[in-house]
């Protein structure tokens, strides 16, 4: 298993996570209530728009926290162990998804 490889991948969606969310957060400041150049229906639209924003924020939020966690683990020496039972993470799984955290069978059980 080529541990700087994943370390790699990991770093590069770490950045790409970090930068998604400054445009999420961006996204979902404050719609401004009075801007009297916006219509109603533009409105409802910035509302939903950021309703998205706020959607997409936690799920990126919780990715970063994912990929960052892998590479502790990583540092750990750790990396590729299952968090639940210690054994080995199937290669394939980590191919799939650098951040995995379970095995095979420890995530059916779950
Ligand atoms: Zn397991």
Redesign the pocket.
């Known amino acids: 298993m080529n541990i700087e490889q994943f370390r790699a991948r990991l770093q590069i969606e770490q950045r790409e996570t970090v930068e998604a969310i400054e445009q999420a957060q961006q996204s979902a400041a404050p719609v401004e209530l009075d801007q009297s150049s916006v219509g109603r229906v533009s409105r409802i639209d910035a509302l939903q728009q950021q309703a998205l924003a706020l959607g997409l924020l936690e799920r990126l939020t919780v990715r970063k926290r994912k990929v960052e966690a892998a590479l502790a683990r990583l540092d750990a020496g750790t990396y590729g162990m299952?968090c639940?039972?210690q054994?080995d993470v199937e290669p394939e799984r980590l191919n799939a998804d650098p951040a995995v955290v379970?095995?095979q069978?420890?995530k059916k059980n779950r």
């Open positions: 299952c639940a039972c054994g379970f095995c069978e420890c």
